[in-house]
């Protein structure tokens, strides 16, 4: 590719000269020589050349010095060289250079137009391909947007959900256990009743009176008893099911009672139990569950907890005497055991409010087993997963 200067303005000034001096060779060949018709291309190529300068009245400027330089040349050329003029042929000629420059003219402004539209035309599509890449990157941002936002109501709808059908359970439960518990206490009541109207027959036998004040006063604490399990049950459900720490709920529930010299141990796994509000009443029962039924030869009570299928799997161990066989799903029936046999039944109802299930697997003689089995989705590693 020529180069014919490195701006707009160098290139003009290089045209300018090279028609001059081309303008000067023409106009002297055409005094000295007869070119006949050669010489009037020499002039179109001239003409032509007027084309590429910056001023659009270049070819008409032009062809008016050329139209000049012919008749000065034939002048000159006819008083030198004494030769018949050829003014006639010029004339065309010049009517010729004419037409042709407002055809080059024409060209001229076309071209400027074409070379405009063609520039505005880029910048439109630098634009256009502006905004497409900035409206592709807002797409793309506000498609993660919505996905995030997708995701978290999913969340949110199936956590609400698993709240209301909780909630739905709950209330059920409670509703059963305000039948439940009023004919637990009036029978009680009854029995005591019937303490007391035998007692006046044996004033005069305080053996037998003590006897009997012994069982009236151990029905009324089965009595007490009811009513605090009443009060625990009655907030079962009652506030929406959250996410609990396993360690932080067995803890509490190790100060809460009488450890005497047993040990507790935890398995270090940091967990978390999505679980109606009561969940630590769950740990207090099976603690106090060995405590009572383990037999004096209980040291230890071992919480472990390891995944199976998807579900965490919390196992309650301790080394007592364990669960006769035929007993193993009758402790977790209201009323069944040596005192009122409520705490396991409410540590059942409790994690079955999220679906969660317990039941008693040891092997009899060498200690109880309670499994704890809380399904996919309702529980997490703190930190982790949250």
């Not at 009595?223 to 009655?234: A, G, M, V």
Request: aromatic content about 8%.
């Amino acid at each position: 590719m020529i180069n014919i200067g490195k701006t707009p303005e160098e290139r003009n000034r290089l045209i300018l000269v090279a028609m001059i001096c081309f303008g000067i060779i023409i106009f002297i060949a055409d005094i000295f020589f007869s070119l006949g018709f050669i010489i009037w291309i020499l002039y179109f190529v001239l003409l032509l050349m007027s084309v590429w300068l910056k001023a659009r009245s270049a070819p008409f400027v032009t062809a008016w010095l050329i139209t000049l330089a012919i008749l000065v040349g034939s002048i000159i050329s006819g008083a030198i060289r004494q030769v018949p003029t050829d003014l006639p042929g010029r004339v065309v000629f010049i009517l010729m250079l004419a037409i042709v420059s407002l055809l080059v003219w024409e060209i001229r402004k076309n071209y400027e137009f074409l070379e405009s539209e063609v520039a505005e035309r880029r910048k439109t599509q630098k634009k256009l391909e502006e905004l497409t890449h900035s409206l592709e990157d807002r797409v793309s941002e506000r498609t993660r947007e919505l996905a995030e936002t997708n995701i978290k109501l999913t969340e949110d709808i199936t956590k609400r959900h698993k709240v209301e059908v909780s909630l739905a359970t709950a209330n059920q439960k409670l509703s059963l256990l305000s039948q439940i518990t009023r004919h637990d206490i009036l029978n009680q009541l009854m029995v005591l009743d019937g303490y007391l109207e035998i007692s006046h027959d044996f004033i005069d036998k305080p053996e037998t009176l003590k006897e009997f004040i012994q069982k009236e006063k151990q029905i009324v604490n089965t009595i007490e008893e009811q009513i605090t399990f009443t009060r625990d049950y009655e907030e079962l459900g009652i506030a929406a099911p959250e996410w609990q720490n396993v360690h932080a709920s067995i803890k509490k529930a190790v100060v809460e009672l009488p450890m005497r010299e047993v040990k507790v141990e935890i398995d270090p796994k940091d967990l978390e139990i999505f679980a109606d509000r009561l969940f630590e009443k769950v740990f207090y029962n099976l603690i106090d569950n060995a405590l009572r039924y383990g037999g004096d030869g209980m040291k230890t009570i071992r919480f472990s907890m390891q995944e199976r299928d998807g579900n965490e799997v919390i196992v309650c161990k301790d080394d007592g005497v364990g669960v006769p066989v035929d007993e193993k799903e009758r402790i977790f029936d209201r009323g069944f055991g040596k005192n009122t046999g409520l705490g396991l039944a409410l540590a059942r109802e409790i994690l079955s409010i999220t679906e969660i299930t317990i039941r008693e697997n040891g092997e009899p003689g060498r200690g109880a087993s309670f499994e704890i089995t809380v399904p996919k989705g309702k529980w997490r590693i703190a930190g982790v997963n949250t």
